[in-house]
């Protein structure tokens, strides 16, 4: 079960590139696509820095987005587990 306290890593099969204002995630183990929106790439972004737990993703969102925190943390709770799903990060 993910929690908000976990910090996550990025699959070394995983690429990520921004086009057009969205991340695209390139996954070389399946060779399967995946986008994100603009919050979700933020959401990418914020992961990708090591020292990173989702609290303090759920911090930045609500800085830059106007949102409930439940509804943040719901949103990213559920981000964190479909790309734990698909392979792209892992809990550390």
């Known amino acids: ?7 996550f890593q990025m699959s070394d099969d995983v ?5 057009a204002g969205e ?3 390139l996954d070389l183990a399946s060779g399967l696509y995946f986008g994100l929106d603009p919050v979700g790439s933020r959401i990418w ?3 990708s820095e090591s020292s990173c737990t989702l ?3 759920c911090d ?3 800085a830059e987005y106007d949102a409930p925190r439940a509804r943040i943390e ?7 587990a479909q ?3 698909k392979g792209l990060i892992t809990p550390v």
């Open 83 to 85: 790309l734990t799903d």
């Open 45 to 47: 972004e914020c992961l």
């Open 15 to 19: 690429i990520a590139r921004e086009v």
């Open 23 to 25: 991340m695209v995630l």
């Open 1 to 7: 079960m993910t929690t908000l306290d976990q910090r």
């Open 74 to 80: 719901e949103d990213i709770l559920a981000l964190a």
């Open 60 to 62: 930045v969102i609500e």
């Open 55 to 57: 609290t303090k993703v």
